[in-house]
T-cell receptor, first 114, second 116 residues
Framework: DSGVTQTPKHLITATGQRVTLRCSPRSGDLSVYWYQQSLDQGLQFLIQ???????AKGNILERFSAQQFPDLHSELNLSSLELGDSALYFC?????????????FGEGSRLTVL | AQTVTQSQPEMSVQEAETVTLSCTYDTSENNYYLFWYKQPPSRQMILVIRQEAYKQQNATENRFSVNFQKAAKSFSLKISDSQLGDTAMYFC?????????????FGKGTKLSVKP
């Protein structure tokens, strides 16, 4: 158990809908990262938050947004969903980005868009 | 931009044998970390081993060791005495240090099957 909690574990929805994925980092970790894993694109970095502030952005679509709350949990919002958004979405956390460089991953949220 | 390449989509090994997974990367950075992550069927990403670029000594974690060749930008993973539980996807990853970019860049992965 990595200590990173993601909900929901599975989610099925329809095209055009909006979903929210939630992540609770390990106790004491200030950085949260979101990754998308799909068959064709592999594992891709989406976005990073550190202590409530956006720190880095990767290949995140404009239809997607995220935030980190004062209690350090994070949410990834996916809107106007398309079939191609079906993927496994991982959250990871670390104490900060300059410590050991190690990220701790949650078990992922499997999103299926029909 | 950094890239990570794993040239072996699939590999298999007999139980108790040794297997080596290949990884090459491209970067102009001098300070970075390299990782091997394991993703078993349970799908959670698990850190196997980590190498700091400034360290010449190859990292070792029990049955797992790496061959880090900085000049060649090569970072292979050797699994000794393979066990059935080693069956998983293995991802090589790069992380730049410094600045505000702390994200991991992953390779496409190698699917390893350990056969009894």
């Amino acid at each position: 158990d990595s200590g990173v909690t993601q909900t929901p574990k599975h989610l099925i929805t329809a095209t055009g809908q909006r979903v929210t994925l939630r992540c609770s980092p390990r106790s004491g970790d200030l950085s949260v990262y979101w990754y998308q894993q799909s068959l064709d694109q592999g594992l891709q970095f989406l976005i990073q938050y550190y202590n409530g502030e956006e720190r880095a952005k990767g290949n995140i679509l404009e239809r997607f947004s995220a935030q980190q709350f004062p209690d350090l949990h994070s949410e990834l919002n996916l809107s106007s969903l398309e079939l191609g958004d079906s993927a496994l979405y991982f959250c990871a956390s670390s104490v900060d980005q300059r410590s050991t460089g190690e990220l701790f991953f949650g078990e992922g949220s499997r999103l299926t868009v029909l | 931009a950094q890239t990570v390449t794993q040239s072996q989509p699939e590999m298999s090994v007999q139980e108790a044998e040794t297997v080596t997974l290949s990884c090459t990367y491209d970067t102009s950075e001098n300070n970075y970390y390299l990782f091997w992550y394991k993703q078993p069927p349970s799908r959670q990403m698990i850190l196997v081993i980590r190498q700091e670029a400034y360290k010449q000594q190859n990292a070792t974690e029990n049955r797992f060791s790496v061959n880090f060749q900085k000049a060649a930008k090569s970072f292979s993973l050797k699994i000794s005495d393979s066990q059935l539980g080693d069956t998983a996807m293995y991802f090589c990853a790069f992380m730049k240090l410094g600045g505000s970019q702390g994200n991991l860049i992953f390779g496409k992965g190698t699917k390893l099957s350990v056969k009894p």
